[in-house]
T-cell receptor
Framework: GEDVEQSLFLSVREGDSSVINCTYT??????LYWYKQEPGAGLQLLTY?????DMKQDQRLTVLLNKKDKHLSLRIADTQTGDSAIYFC????????????FGKGTTLSVSS | GAGVSQTPSNKVTEKGKYVELRCDPI?????LYWYRQSLGQGPEFLIY????????DSGLPNDRFFAVRPEGSVSTLKIQRTERGDSAVYLC????????????FGPGTRLTVL
């Protein structure tokens, strides 16, 4: 079956880099996503990576995909207090992004 | 333009009652999704509409849950004979269609069943 696993908590200091990890089980996943959820707010898509890519960089965000190990990571450079939120890893099976399968989320706490 | 909106933002009901949750997708988005997020969990897929029809309803937990999208825009999630275990945040998302993969989420409806 499909399953997405994430560590539950990460605590970093402002200015440090944060690395949030995710593992997934379905090798047929086509797209892998990172969403951010702040208290009382909806899910915000941060970035995504297509399964034939190894890395994607977008400003402070770097996504690394190890397809062999089914491991996805999100690196946030120069982490700010405003980055404190819950980060969800998600996968989808087809190009249309149908039926996203989410992990339980990693709570990132950034202290000043 | 406006994002995905959901009403009500909060709904408190009693066990056994019927509830309707509404989703207004982004204008022009042909695909619409419902997810359910329980406390401490990630969102779980319920149902996906392409236009007016349910393209995938495999996530609906049982026949107490039903959703419609009669005109291909607004959608209503209907829950009959609510149970305490139905308490969760119900999220709606819409997608433009065609080759677009991005799902845009609404703020959710927090349902509490007493």
């Amino acid at each position: 079956g499909e399953d997405v696993e994430q560590s539950l908590f990460l605590s970093v200091r402002e200015g440090d880099s944060s690395v949030i990890n995710c593992t997934y089980t379905d090798s047929s996943s086509t797209y892998l996503y990172w969403y951010k959820q702040e208290p009382g707010a909806g899910l915000q898509l941060l970035t995504y990576i297509f399964s034939n890519m190894d890395m994607k960089q977008d400003q402070r965000l770097t996504v690394l995909l190890n397809k062999k190990d089914k491991h996805l990571s999100l690196r946030i450079a120069d982490t700010q207090t405003g980055d404190s939120a819950i980060y969800f890893c998600a996968e989808s099976m087809d190009q249309a992004g149908t039926a996203l399968i989410f992990g339980k989320g990693t709570t990132l706490s950034v202290s000043s | 333009g406006a994002g995905v909106s959901q009403t009500p933002s909060n709904k408190v009901t009693e066990k056994g009652k019927y509830v309707e949750l509404r989703c207004d997708p982004i204008s022009g988005h042909t695909a619409l999704y419902w997810y359910r997020q329980s406390l401490g969990q990630g969102p779980e897929f319920l149902i996906y509409f392409q236009g007016t029809g349910a393209a995938d309803d495999s996530g609906l937990p049982n026949d107490r849950f039903f959703a419609v999208r009669p005109e291909g825009s607004v959608s209503t999630l209907k829950i009959q004979r609510t149970e305490r275990g139905d308490s969760a945040v119900y999220l709606c998302a819409s997608r433009e269609g065609g080759g677009s993969i991005t799902q845009y989420f609404g703020p959710g409806t927090r349902l509490t069943v007493l």
